[in-house]
């Protein structure tokens, strides 16, 4: 779907974008490989997203290409200086979600620190692949006497001459963000359905006789344990399956009836003379009880984790753009993103068809929201900034409004790639990945907003004498 959407909005010049793609997708699957990493389902999240976000650093040197093209420079002047000039925005967008992923890693355990761990190899190799591959291809393309062509008849039409008075409904934007304020400050009033990992429960590792595949036996098994939603492991090898469930975790001695519940779920998939004295005493290999002090060491591990991305990502962009203004509607964006995302996630845990729980996955969904938000949200910046010392005389409003105009194009196709990636994810990956894909859309969708309408506002109603 990526490769396709490459070509069809710019032409040869996808084939560009698509090697690195490839190269980088190689290179990420080699270094987990060297690294001996086992690729759990949260990993393949992981490698899916960045497929998603590998094209980003094209996305923002073709735009940027674009953009000296229409100008009327030569096309050699043009690619110099849209890769020139897209250094920085690259550089900054792959930063602020990289400190996200570290911190993502630093906190999180088991399958999320498979998640983080492969987001940060492929963020990393896509400024190697985008800056350095995607540039030595186009030098050897453009040593032929040849040039790739970045417009095609779709793209010249979309967003051309771009004149959208954003800035002019602020007023509007503010007030939507006043009621996603309300209703994220509710959903915690209204509660959520929590994972395993945080409410307790039991922990089983279960052998079979055959390769099993998680996904077939969790419906069920969610039959046979009165709907509850056991997080469910492969262990070294498809034989052997970690199935933690919360069923009957405030009893005492329910142990014999979570096994017998387990036995009838799993019947399937077990020999048919199997009996249940034998399926306890022999397929059973190990168990363990998920303390609800365990439960609050995550809990709180969530939150550290959460307040101490937004708090680096803030100090981050006061230290590149030394401007507190910038940081304040970083802030205001972060927040906005994460309220937006916990009111779904509360008000339609009982109406969706599928299980919305608060687990590691969310957390992982939270955290990388934060670094996308913020990926849109510092290439506005970066531009604002840059027509701040282009534009003398223009007034706030005129800059801040052309700034987001310019990089539209950008905001979407980088919005577009990763929403389609996450809506594959959602309908193809299994259960497991599904809440903290249908996160990450909503997250998606949220932060493209807040980036246009919330970040880039608040720099004109704060300190308005200021010059940006």
Partial sequence: VIFILMLVYYNTGGWVANIAL???????????????????????????????????TNVIIFERIKEELVKGKSYQLAVNDGYKRSLAPVIDAHVTSLLTAVILAYFGLGPVLGFATTQIIGLLLSMFCGILVSRLITDFWTNKNRHFNYFTAISKRIFKHASYRFIELR????????????????SFFNGFHLGVEFKGGR??????????????VREDLKAALDGDNPTIKTVGDARHLNITTAYLKDKDNADSAVISRLFVGLKKVLPADITHEDFAKKNIQGFSAVQPSISEDLKRGAVKATVFAILIIFLYIFIRFRDWRYSVGTIFTL?????????????????????????????????????????????????IREYSRD??????TKIINSAINDTLSRTIMTSLTVFLTLLILFIFGGEVTRGFAFAMLIGVITGTYSSIFVGAPILVDFAKNKPL
């Fill in 335 to 383: 927040l906005h993103d994460v309220f937006i995302t916990l009111a779904v996630f509360s008000f339609l845990k009982n109406i969706v068809p599928f299980p919305l729980e608060i687990d590691q996955h969310f957390i992982a969904a939270v955290l990388t929201v934060i670094g996308f938000s913020m990926n849109d949200t510092v290439i506005v910046f970066d531009r």
């Fill in 171 to 186: 007023k509007y934007a503010y007030m939507i963000s006043v009621v996603v304020l309300i209703a994220g400050i509710a």
């Fill in 22 to 56: 490839i190269l980088n997708l190689l290179f990420t699957i080699g270094v987990l490989t060297a690294m001996g990493f086992t690729l759990t389902a949260a990993g393949i999240a992981g490698l899916v997203l960045t497929i998603g976000m590998a094209v980003d």
């Fill in 203 to 216: 922990s089983y590792t279960v052998q079979f006789d055959r390769p099993v595949v998680a996904d077939n």
């Fill in 391 to 396: 534009m003398k005389g223009a007034t706030k």
